[in-house]
């Protein structure tokens, strides 16, 4: 039987049995490095721009899960088991999500965003760094009830594959119905969310029609080029988690990836400013950080 390297024989430690090892800070950075590297190197993901106080926390939380006492400990499993390393990438990915998540996101998205894009006769969104789902599925809602849904094809990428799997499936928790209907209800709902879901036992699972309208595919922001020519971007609450370096890079895909006129919405903590691609932009909404590429 093939023995896990989720559950590696923990390396006895100084200061205690299975107890995480005092490291200077060099060593843990040079740590933090190698396993970056072998990353990269085995599986082509570079995350060497990303926040390193972020980072360095959800390595931590890793090793809880592990049970390895450095970070060093991690790069033999992650070099020889591609389930270790998908596992890994799931920490990494950090997907925190929700059903029409801010929901003056949305009404302003009505209000400010789509009576632009109903000028267009085919329309395409990208929803980058989707994680399980939720918020590309609240756009297929919206744009359903504002009559765009069949002229709408919506893109949805994450570079986890394991949160695009739960995305397709379109099945969420029954107990969390409760908070998502209350933010669809401040969002502008034309309706109720109750007619876009079945329920049974203890989940949901949407329609199909809302499902057949988004595609979902792997995406690396920090390493893959253009996605296409978009009318509207949505990436809200991922550059956060990224340096200044990926952020300017994303910035600039999103930029390659936008039609003239186009718009962009990011997270409510996330800005161009400062970046190489602020100029090109306007603000439409600032609370809710919606930008429009202008016409050039």
């Known amino acids: 039987m093939k023995k896990s390297v989720l559950n590696p024989k923990p390396v006895p430690q100084p200061g205690g049995a299975n107890q995480p090892a005092t490291l200077d ?52 499993g992650l070099l020889r088991d591609p389930e270790f390393f998908r596992t890994l990438i799931s920490v990494l990915s950090v997907p925190v999500t929700e059903m029409f998540r801010d929901p003056f996101v949305y009404q302003a998205i009505r209000r400010d965003v789509l009576p632009f894009l109903r000028t267009y006769p085919h329309l395409k969104i990208w929803h980058a760094g989707c994680a399980t789902g939720e918020e590309a599925y609240s756009m297929a809602i919206l744009l359903h009830e504002e009559g765009l849904a069949g002229r709408c094809l919506i893109y949805a990428t994450d570079f986890d594959e394991r949160s695009l799997a739960k995305a397709r499936e379109g099945i969420f928790p029954l107990a969390r119905i409760k908070e998502y209907t209350e933010n669809y209800n401040k969002s502008g709902a034309r309706g109720s969310l109750s007619e876009y879901y079945h329920a049974g036992y203890d989940s949901i699972i949407l329609r199909q029609e809302l499902r057949d309208s988004i595609v979902f595919a792997n995406h690396n922001l920090a390493t893959d080029s253009v996605f296409g020519e978009m009318q509207f971007i949505l990436c809200r609450n991922v550059l956060i988690y990224f340096g200044r370096t990926l952020q300017d890079r994303v910035l600039t895909l999103f930029m390659n990836s936008l039609c003239p006129g186009g718009f962009l919405c990011l997270g409510t903590k996330e800005s161009p400013r400062f970046s190489t691609v602020e100029e090109k932009l306007k603000i439409i909404d600032g609370k809710a950080k919606i930008y429009q590429r202008r016409m050039e």
Not at 48 to 54: H, L, R
Not at 57 to 63: A, D, P, S, V
């Open 25 to 76: 800070n060099g060593l843990e950075d040079l740590e933090v490095s190698l396993l970056l590297e072998a990353i990269d190197k085995r599986y082509g993901y570079d995350f060497t721009n990303y926040a390193p106080a972020s980072l360095r926390r959800r390595l931590n939380h890793f090793l809880t899960l592990t049970g390895c006492g450095a970070i060093s400990e991690l790069i033999p």
